[in-house]
């Protein structure tokens, strides 16, 4: 039996409104989790309204079936997020989505496991894949992968200033003991990083971060579902919610939004009519970037890393 594990939606209210709900729209929950968004979105939602989910966690894909047949406006989809724009097309829903939400990163029920080796809080395999169905596994990774590779992911995923250190450790060590559990990896990490009183976080938080985005091609598929999310969305009113984690995550949901208000690059001195290039514009920010309240975080402080930005289709 599937263990429940506690979820708790982050910046709920902030990123339902600023999908501008209709009650007889269609909307794409595109990082179904728990379901925590998507029921709040189908609870304004009229009869005709319709909600479409993504995940390619099995688990999350379970609850979803159940809430499929408590709610026939509800279906999910199994599969990466980065497939919205096929996923829609196969449904004949090309630019007819009212609004998106993509909830990036890892959920907290997939930490909270220790059997899918998200954590370094809890002794479990070291998996870290968000599908386990595909894909290879942190540890089959780390069993293999070159040093110089390791630094990268390292330096390039987690802003790691050890990387090289831990590179190094790590590649020493898999030779007598592979890595096999969440509590090796962390106790390496731990025993080669210099301790510091000016650092809060733990010592294997940036390196669990990076294996984790490397493994699940994290941005990769970032990119693909917000350039796939504006070919679904309907113009002139289609809405994209997007809920960060970490400033990676962040940056490329920024610079998406700013690159398709911005329209057309052109080199300076080209002649060319304004008009092409406010026509070549696809989309506007919505408001500022918003983070959580103060009265949120005491609830549940792993929201305290969160930014939301919302954009709408011209």
Same mark, same amino acid.
């Given at each position: 039996?599937?263990?429940?594990?506690?979820?708790?939606?982050?910046?709920?209210?902030?990123?339902?409104?600023?999908?501008?709900?209709?009650?007889?729209? +269609?909307?794409?929950?595109?990082? &179904?989790? *728990?379901? #925590?968004?998507?029921?709040?979105?189908? $609870? %304004? @939602?009229?009869?005709?309204?319709?909600?479409?989910?993504?995940?390619?966690?099995?688990?999350?894909?379970?609850?979803?079936?159940?809430?499929?047949?408590?709610?026939?406006?509800?279906?999910?989809?199994?599969?990466?997020?980065?497939?919205?724009?096929?996923?829609?097309?196969?449904?004949?829903?090309?630019?007819?989505?009212?609004?998106?939400?993509?909830?990036?990163?890892?959920?907290?029920?997939?930490?909270?496991?220790?059997?899918?080796?998200?954590?370094?809080?809890?002794?479990?395999?070291?998996?870290?894949?968000?599908?386990?169905?595909?894909?290879?596994?942190?540890?089959?990774?780390?069993?293999?992968?070159?040093?110089?590779?390791?630094?990268?992911?390292?330096?390039?995923?987690?802003?790691?200033?050890?990387?090289?250190? +831990?590179?190094?450790?790590?590649? &020493?060590? *898999?030779? #007598?003991?592979?890595?096999?559990?969440? $509590? %090796? @990896?962390?106790?390496?990490?731990?025993?080669?990083?210099?301790?510091?009183?000016?650092?809060?976080?733990?010592?294997?938080?940036?390196?669990?971060?990076?294996?984790?985005?490397?493994?699940?091609?994290?941005?990769?598929?970032?990119?693909?579902?917000?350039?796939?999310?504006?070919?679904?969305?309907?113009?002139?009113?289609?809405?994209?919610?997007?809920?960060?984690?970490?400033?990676?995550?962040?940056?490329?949901?920024?610079?998406?939004?700013?690159?398709?208000?911005?329209?057309?690059?052109?080199?300076?001195?080209?002649?060319?009519?304004?008009?092409?290039?406010?026509?070549?514009?696809?989309?506007?920010?919505?408001?500022?970037?918003?983070?959580?309240?103060?009265?949120?975080?005491?609830?549940?402080?792993?929201?305290?890393?969160?930014?939301?930005?919302?954009?709408?289709?011209?």
């Amino acid at each position: 039996m599937t263990q429940e594990f506690a979820h708790v939606s982050v910046l709920l209210n902030e990123t339902v409104a600023g999908l501008d709900i209709k009650p007889d729209g +269609i909307y794409i929950d595109g990082t &179904f989790g *728990r379901g #925590g968004h998507s029921r709040f979105i189908l $609870s %304004q @939602l009229g009869e005709n309204g319709r909600l479409i989910a993504i995940d390619r966690d099995p688990e999350a894909i379970a609850v979803g079936e159940a809430l499929k047949l408590e709610d026939p406006r509800f279906d999910i989809v199994h599969g990466p997020f980065s497939g919205i724009a096929e996923y829609m097309e196969n449904k004949e829903l090309t630019e007819q989505i009212d609004g998106v939400l993509l909830d990036l990163g890892v959920s907290s029920p997939q930490l909270d496991d220790a059997s899918r080796g998200f954590s370094f809080l809890r002794d479990g395999p070291l998996d870290m894949r968000m599908d386990p169905t595909s894909g290879i596994s942190a540890a089959k990774w780390l069993a293999t992968a070159d040093y110089d590779d390791i630094v990268w992911v390292l330096k390039v995923f987690g802003e790691e200033k050890f990387a090289r250190k +831990i590179a190094r450790a790590i590649v &020493f060590d *898999r030779d #007598g003991t592979p890595f096999e559990t969440t $509590s %090796q @990896l962390a106790g390496l990490i731990c025993r080669v990083v210099p301790k510091s009183k000016k650092e809060t976080k733990h010592p294997a938080t940036r390196s669990f971060q990076a294996i984790r985005i490397y493994i699940n091609s994290e941005l990769e598929e970032i990119e693909r579902a917000l350039a796939g999310a504006l070919k679904c969305l309907k113009p002139g009113s289609g809405r994209l919610s997007v809920i960060s984690f970490h400033s990676l995550e962040d940056r490329l949901v920024k610079q998406f939004i700013r690159k398709q208000a911005r329209g057309k690059e052109v080199p300076y001195g080209l002649p060319i009519m304004q008009e092409e290039i406010d026509k070549s514009r696809t989309m506007k920010a919505v408001g500022k970037m918003l983070k959580p309240s103060e009265a949120e975080l005491e609830l549940n402080p792993r929201a305290r890393s969160s930014v939301l930005r919302v954009a709408e289709k011209l």
